[in-house]
């Protein structure tokens, strides 16, 4: 049992310390990650009374859009300060969960010791922050889906403690409200039922409870998923949501150059880059395998197969941005601390100070960086800024706003609604991730190499290749289009085709037969700024 004696809560108030004060600069930008402005209009439209997948076009999962709108019922649908608290928040939560799993894990004899677990639990709060701003500090589906997905592992480590099915259960119930952030937090449940139905029968020579156990665990599980689903239902909205599931199937195939040694590279690069900033962290967690056996509980080999799993979604697809890196950062902290708990006389005090100051450095350097990036100038890319102040200086209250190009911002800074449930044109071009950025033809006779499509990751080249992605449109996309403009015309339509925002330039106006007709018949061009041409209903 573990008892809230005054150090352990002066411990955890020293970890929601820690968490806040390093997640400080992100209360300096607008937003962070375009992302955040897409839930943000998702939040919107749920404060507005609609349903997402019904009257908004998205494939995540539900929860994230409905912790935003919980954000903006307080702050504004454009002002994103109560979800930067929320994030501290679940960022705290983590952490105070591994703190819990440290002490559960810590060994015999110090499982109720102060030092058992109080310098290590904040590594998570620490390197969640060290690297790009756009990827650690934004609230994004990651960074949220850690919360749920850590108490799933301590309510499984406290049930496997008890023998407690209600606790196997509660341990399900996370497991589930972490799928409903983010998809790739089944990664969690795989590996309880591995641990528990394979992996624990063989190394405490028992298989009894072990059927019963993973029952529990899965009637957990899809108790919040079947109650979401039953509310999509008793609203008329699961064939949507249905629809939009079925989708990410397609989105997840990722971009059509990814063959087997570009991933391959790309993987290594980004690891090594991303781990380059948390390298205490990482040294931690892998040293852990050097451990005896008899300093390793079981429940150590839970902790290794969820390790080993949380790679498979930072690979999936190919794309491998940063911020997939974060699913497996809390697992590493609790396999770090157990190292460091267990082997910490050993440690010489220069390995101490070595990593200390690499820490040090990668926090001061990071936080720095992220403090001074919305001191500058709009880079030369951000080409959608003027178009957003002209149109928040004509907005009129209830005017809507269609965008042809995937360019959130314009919607979050003018101020308009939602003309149709389309928040980006993705839908309609098929420039989903299995074309977005892919700056060749695939079927071209000599396609890049897999080192020089490693190498365009990082160049950002100009201009732009046309090529046929009509395969990748969400299945119904026009007719909802047409659905949603018969009832009522936009007020503005903006074309950025011609700027190459995202690369648009692929994808003009005149190649949509419906859109060209729409647009000659019902508006007048008003402005172009920067290839953004901007439309006025007559």
Same mark, same amino acid.
């Given at each position: ?90 960022? %705290? ?6 703190? #819990?799993?440290?002490? &559960? !894990?810590?060994?015999? $004899?110090? +499982?109720? =010791? ?77 590996g309880a039922l591995a641990y528990i139905l394979i992996l624990r029968p063989w190394l405490a020579k028992s298989f009894s409870n072990a059927a019963a156990a993973s029952l529990f665990v899965l009637a957990g599980f899809f108790a919040p998923i079947l109650l979401v689903l039953a509310y999509f239902y008793q609203k008329n %909205? ?6 939009? #599931?079925?989708?990410? &199937? !397609?989105?997840?195939? $990722?971009? +059509?150059? =990814? ?130 102040? #002209? ?66 990751d990082f160049a950002d080249k100009p201009g732009v290749v046309v090529f046929d992605t009509s395969d990748n449109i969400f299945p119904k996309a026009w007719d909802y289009f047409k659905e949603d403009v018969s009832k009522k015309l936009p007020d503005y339509i903006v074309d950025t085709s011609k700027s190459n925002y995202r ?36």
């Open positions: 049992m573990i008892f809230m004696s005054k150090k352990r809560l002066i411990d955890l108030l020293l970890i929601i310390l820690v968490c806040g004060i390093l997640r400080i600069p992100s209360f300096f930008y607008s937003y962070v990650n375009i992302d955040e402005t897409d839930y943000s209009l998702a939040a919107r439209t749920i404060l507005g009374g609609g349903l997402p997948y019904r009257d908004f076009l998205i494939y995540q999962p539900p929860l994230i859009y409905y912790l935003y709108a919980l954000g903006a019922a307080f702050s504004g649908w454009a002002h994103l300060w109560v979800i930067r608290i929320i994030t501290i928040g679940f960022v %705290a939560g983590t952490s105070i969960s591994i703190y #819990f799993l440290l002490q &559960l !894990l810590a060994s015999p $004899g110090r +499982a109720h =010791s102060r030092r058992a677990s109080p310098g290590q639990a904040p590594l998570y709060a620490v390197f969640s922050t060290t690297f790009i701003p756009q990827d650690m500090l934004a609230a994004n589906c990651e960074i949220l889906m850690m919360f749920p997905t850590a108490l799933a592992a301590l309510f499984l480590l406290r049930a496997e403690h008890f023998e407690n099915k209600a606790l196997y259960f509660l341990s399900g119930v996370f497991m589930g409200l972490a799928v409903l952030t983010k998809y790739q937090g089944g990664i969690i449940l795989a %909205a699961l064939s949507y949501a249905y629809e939009s #599931f079925a989708y990410i &199937l !397609l989105y997840a195939k $990722g971009p +059509a150059q =990814s063959d087997f040694l570009y991933v391959a590279l790309k993987f290594i690069v980004r690891s090594v880059l991303f781990c380059l900033a948390s390298l205490p962290l990482w040294i931690g967690s892998l040293y852990v395998f050097r451990l005896k056996k008899s300093e390793r509980p079981p429940f150590v080999s839970f902790l290794i197969l969820w390790f080993v799993l949380s790679i498979a979604p930072i690979i999936m697809g190919g794309r491998i941005y940063f911020h997939y890196y974060i699913i497996i950062l809390p697992v590493a902290a609790v396999l770090a601390g157990m190292w460091w708990e267990r082997r910490e006389e050993a440690i010489s005090r220069r390995w101490k100070f070595s990593m200390f100051a690499w820490g040090m450095i990668c926090i001061i350097g990071w936080e720095a960086y992220a403090i001074s990036l919305p001191l500058r100038p709009p880079k030369q890319k951000e080409t959608w800024v003027k178009t957003a102040d #002209f149109l928040k200086t004509i907005a009129k209250e209830g005017d809507t706003l269609f965008v042809w190009g995937l360019c959130y911002q314009l919607y979050f800074f003018s101020g308009m609604d939602l003309a149709t449930r389309f928040t980006s044109a993705d839908y309609l071009t098929g420039r989903s991730p299995m074309t977005a950025g892919l700056e060749y033809d695939p079927k071209m006779p000599n396609p890049p190499s897999s080192f020089r499509k490693l190498w365009n690369r648009y330039a692929r994808y003009p106006a005149d190649n949509y037969p419906f859109l060209k007709s729409l647009i000659e018949k019902n508006y007048r061009p008003i402005n172009e700024i920067d290839g953004f041409a901007i439309y006025k209903r007559n």
